[in-house]
């Protein structure tokens, strides 16, 4: 993959030929395009969640709903990013769920047993 000197690029921090299907608590980040405060903003040193922060939120709360074989530790948002541990807890995750990460709630469908 060619680089743009122009744009700030952060090398991968994952571990060559390390297989992220295997049971372990993985720490993610995830941040938004441009740095902008989309999931809401600071006030008085609290993060005040907007809808889409809350709407990120709920989604996290639900994911063991949708995948059986995580659990999940410590979450946070912030306005512009977010972090979070998700637990997987067997060797078979990756071959249970292969695919489904691609069909994550529908728009609209913020829990999985809601009809």
Same mark, same amino acid.
């Given at each position: 993959? $060619?680089? *743009?000197?122009?744009?700030? +690029?952060?090398? $991968?921090?994952?571990?060559?030929?390390? @297989?992220? $299907?295997? $049971? %372990?608590?993985?720490?993610? !980040?995830?941040?938004?395009?441009?740095? %902008? @405060?989309?999931?809401?903003?600071?006030?008085?040193?609290?993060? #005040?969640? #907007?809808? !889409?922060?809350?709407?990120?939120?709920?989604?996290?709360?639900?994911?063991? &709903?949708?995948? /059986? #074989?995580?659990?999940? *530790?410590? +979450?946070?948002?912030?306005?512009?990013?977010?972090? %979070?541990?998700?637990?997987?807890? #067997?060797? *078979? +995750?990756? &071959?249970? !769920? /292969?695919?489904?990460?691609?069909?994550?709630?529908?728009?609209?469908?913020?829990?999985?047993? /809601?009809?």
């Amino acid at each position: 993959m $060619s680089q *743009d000197p122009r744009h700030y +690029f952060r090398q $991968s921090t994952r571990l060559k030929n390390y @297989d992220y $299907s295997m $049971s %372990g608590a993985y720490f993610i !980040t995830i941040c938004t395009k441009d740095e %902008g @405060d989309v999931f809401g903003m600071v006030v008085n040193g609290k993060t #005040n969640l #907007n809808n !889409t922060g809350k709407i990120l939120e709920r989604v996290w709360i639900n994911l063991p &709903k949708q995948f /059986e #074989n995580i659990n999940l *530790d410590e +979450f946070v948002v912030m306005p512009d990013h977010i972090h %979070g541990i998700i637990i997987i807890k #067997n060797e *078979d +995750f990756a &071959k249970k !769920t /292969e695919g489904l990460i691609n069909q994550a709630y529908e728009r609209g469908r913020l829990d999985p047993d /809601e009809k």
